[in-house]
Structures are given as structure tokens and as C-alpha cells.
């Protein structure tokens, strides 16, 4: 159950105990009247947080970059996403935020068919159209494969993601060249442009492999994974 949900109807289960004090200590009309109001209080709490509720909610969320060559001049890319939908009949997920220094060649989407990108403020958006609505409350794959041209063609390059939600997010680079990184780091950047390192960052297959997993992430935060090569 959500977390906000729940806590409503716990408040709902405190106004109905103290109904039922009313009811044995005061006259049964104001009893009546008490259990009334309450009933309606919870009835309106649940109905405006039905209404505020996004059509779904994203729970996790990973990247997995596959860097083809030792120039980074091609990297297959998969946006994977755990997404539970709160109402029927969604049919459009929204993914925002796609920037690079070269091109995004986007390919398709194992649930329905991806619309043209829209430019939006520098960063591209890229809307999903479901062949079917998605299953209320259960948990749904979502992913978006694309291809990033020239995007790690400097000695320095690096991954990141700034949560619009606090979701688990990943960060997965495979180097399929020659070319591994020598060194690597990764840090937070939070709202007041302070830099935190984190240490909790892997690096396998002898290097061929590094990712930065973020369990609890903090919405505004950037979260980076950054190589030298």
C-alpha cells in the first residue's frame, strides 16, 4: 500500500476510535454527529489523494551503457524502468531529462511505440505509446533502447541522473573495446552544488564493467559516475 495512503487511514482508524469514546461518553446524537463528520473527513482525504495521484508511479530506474569502440563514438544504451500504475487506462509513459554531448538515435521500446522526441528547455523528452493499458497496481518493465553517438569521445567522460523522484537508480557502463578506464570515481551533487564523493561504486571484469548503484536517492540531487580512459 502507499506510504501516504497508509498514513491516511491510520489517521482515519485514530478519528474512529475517538468517535467511539464519544459514543460511550457523551449524548448519542453528538456521538451520531461525530462519527458523521469523521466519515466524511476520510471520504474527502481519500478522494483529493485518488485526484493528486500520478496516472503511475516509477519505483526504480537503471541505465545500462554498452560502449562499442575505444573512440566512444557508438554506445548502445537501455533505460529500464519498475513502473506501477495508481489509475486504469494509462496508455503514454513520459521519460525526460535525455541530454549528450553528440546524438541520441532512439530505437523502440518493448512496451508500444516511441514518439518523436520533443526538445524541451535543452533536454529531450520522449513519450512511450502502450499497445495496452498498463495492469493497475502491479509492477511493469518499461524499457527504452537507444544508441549515443560521439558522446564519450574525450579523455574524461562520465554518466549521470538526476531523480525527479526518490527511487532506486543504477548506473551500469560496459566497455566492449580495448579501451578501459584507468581511473574512476563517483559522487552527489546536491542542491547547493556540493560535491560528496561515494565510495560504494564497483569496478569488475577487470575493469570492463563499473556501475554506481543508489538506493535512496534525494529528488534535485545529480547523481555521477565518472572515467578516465
Known amino acids: 500500500m502507499d506510504e501516504k495512503l497508509k498514513k491516511l487511514l491510520e489517521f482515519g482508524g485514530i478519528l474512529a476510535t475517538i468517535a467511539s469514546l464519544a459514543i460511550l461518553f457523551f449524548h448519542e446524537s453528538y456521538a451520531i454527529g461525530s462519527v458523521v463528520l469523521i466519515g466524511l473527513i476520510i471520504a474527502i482525504g481519500v478522494i483529493v489523494y485518488l485526484h493528486r495521484q500520478p496516472p503511475y508511479t516509477r519505483k526504480k530506474t537503471d541505465y545500462y551503457y554498452t560502449i562499442e569502440d575505444d573512440e566512444g563514438h557508438k554506445a548502445t544504451v537501455r533505460k529500464v524502468s519498475v513502473i506501477n500504475a495508481n489509475k486504469k487506462w494509462v496508455q503514454t509513459l513520459r521519460d525526460g531529462g535525455f541530454t549528450t554531448a553528440g546524438k541520441h538515435e532512439f530505437k523502440g521500446s518493448n512496451l508500444g511505440e516511441l514518439l518523436p522526441p520533443i526538445n524541451e528547455g535543452g533536454t529531450k523528452t520522449i513519450y512511450t505509446h502502450l499497445k495496452t493499458p498498463l495492469p493497475l497496481g502491479k509492477d511493469v518493465i518499461h524499457e527504452i533502447h537507444y544508441i549515443s553517438w560521439d558522446s564519450f569521445r574525450t579523455e574524461n567522460e562520465n554518466v549521470s541522473i538526476i531523480p525527479h523522484r526518490p527511487v532506486e537508480c543504477g548506473i551500469h557502463v560496459d566497455f566492449k573495446c580495448q579501451r578501459k578506464p584507468k581511473r574512476v ?45
Do not use: M, P
Open 185 to 229: 570515481r563517483a559522487y552527489e551533487i546536491d542542491n547547493n552544488s556540493q560535491i560528496n564523493e561515494i565510495e560504494s561504486f564497483a569496478i569488475t571484469d577487470n575493469g570492463s564493467h563499473i556501475e554506481l548503484k543508489t538506493k535512496k536517492t534525494i529528488v534535485g540531487h545529480k547523481y555521477v559516475l565518472e572515467w578516465e580512459w
